[in-house]
């Protein structure tokens, strides 16, 4: 087993039996919620998605039948159930409802699930580390730098870069958290089916299926979540559920891209301490450069590690004003990549309802853009050419 305690759910388990684990397993094991009833078991174990779900199945063998079929056919939990005594017939139950493991657990003998954990560490491990897509956040150092341009041509460059042959198409949802004034659904032209209330309010039976059929879908396949119309439900989706959000939809999408942060909110903290990787955006002018410096200080408070934040200079011409080297050197680190100013095309685009990538793949502005789709994905190989003649033999 690994030397960090592994997260765990206890369900159905009575006191004496959570601290018999608590004090055997202690060093091993980090409970992290504990359930006694198994109504309430798919709620927790579906709002601790990286734990390994502990179910204890004597007491209520029938519903913990169920709720580890559930579980297993709807969560990529691990599962492994407890017991008392070593019936045949159930093991072969509960294996077939989905459970990983079945395993002993006595009044004062914890030994078998510590067995079952020290076996399964590695699967978990692989899930977790599988079943997690990306986030990124798209950080304005200044109103109007491009966060919204760059997180919507961000998204259609990896979800286009994902149509290859013979893979799974990539799942790209976009975030608009700004509750109030985000643009994001006017921008993309879309109508918001499933706002982030409805997800909450929905979180523990949508699957997969169910939750792409929800959500409103762009026709150049990227997803959108944004504020609904309704003002007053608005106010009622705070930082904490964002952040339930944010760790439900990365189980189900590669990258979970979110616009709409303003400064350093409450909510824009959700996004950003759930983030893989940061895009500050900014222009080439002093009032940007400034503010950038300034978010790039706070970035280093809040520990952030650097090669996690990148800069992207958006809107930048060569020719006149700031080059991007006199940006880097005023921000004492390099710029990661620049997007051309082409103002008519990325108004187009959204006078379309789409982006720049998706009107015209060929253009500067999207060739910038699949750079920077490339820090987060592999660039596909390129096939050598050959260069010897084809010879009859
Ligand atoms: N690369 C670009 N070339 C030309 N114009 C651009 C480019 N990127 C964005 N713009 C234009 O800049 C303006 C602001 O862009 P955008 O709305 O993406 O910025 P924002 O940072 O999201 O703004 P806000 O602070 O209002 O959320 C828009 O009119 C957009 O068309
Ligand atoms: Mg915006």
Redesign the pocket.
Known sequence: MSDVPIDVILIGLDEQQEQLIERNLGGQLNVVASEPSPEHGLTTIAANPDAIALLFLDAHPEQMLRLTHQVSSSLQTVVVVLSATRDPHRIVQVMKAGAKDYAIISDDNVSDVERAIHELSALHEQILKDKHGKVISVF?AK?????????ANLGNVLQRNGLEKGREPRKIVLLDF?MD?G?LSI?LDVRIGYSYQEILDNMYRLDSELLYGSLTHHSNGLYIVSHCNNVDAMETVAAKDLTRIVVFLKQHFDFVII??LRGFSEKSLAALDNSDHIVI?LTPDIPSLRNANRSLQIFGRLRYTEEHVHLVL???NKKPGITADEMADALGRPITCT?????P???KS?HQGTT?VDLSPKSK?AADFQKLGYLFVDAPKRRRRSFLPFRRA
């Open positions: 304005s109103g109007g730098s491009g966060a919204t341009t760059v997180a700004d004034m643009d921008f616009d709409g955006t958006n809107r930048y997007v051309a100013n082409d103002f095309l990325v108004n959204a720049a502005v």
